[in-house]
């Protein structure tokens, strides 16, 4: 079974930095493409850094120039790294892959969605 175990979450003022990690197990992650969502309070969850197995990346414009996406393929683990985050960034962080091996983009998240890790921007 696909699992997904996000971490690293926490509290941090804006402008600090965070870096989040996620560990998937039950598939070949390696011949996918990862990536990580994000469900703001009150919005729906939207896709904001993608990795495909071939190292391309793409970034949501509201996090370009700030966070980094990054894998481990041999470990089936994944990080974010959030830069001069802000108050716009509070959200529940999860990471996902699509279910199809050799895709271009994260269209087809398994289900159902691990716990998430909770990032909250605040003074």
């Known amino acids: 079974q696909v699992q997904f175990v996000e971490s690293g979450g926490g509290l941090v003022q804006p402008g600090a930095s965070l870096r989040i990690s996620c560990a998937a197990s039950?598939?070949?992650?390696?011949?996918?493409?990862m990536g990580w969502f994000r469900r703001a309070p009150g919005k729906q969850r939207e896709l904001i850094a993608e990795?495909?197995?071939?190292?391309?990346?793409d970034y949501a414009d509201s996090v370009k120039g700030r966070f980094t996406i990054s894998r481990d393929y041999a470990a089936n683990t994944m990080s974010l790294q959030m830069n001069s985050l802000k108050p716009d960034d509070t959200a529940v962080y999860y990471c996902?892959?699509?279910?199809?091996?050799?895709?271009?983009?994260?269209?087809?998240?398994?289900?159902?969605w691990g716990q998430g890790t909770r990032v909250t921007v605040s003074i």
């Open positions: 990795m495909t197995s071939q190292g391309n990346i």
């Open positions: 996902n892959a699509d279910q199809i091996y050799g895709s271009s983009t994260l269209s087809r998240p398994y289900k159902p």
């Open positions: 039950g598939g070949r992650f390696d011949l996918t493409t």
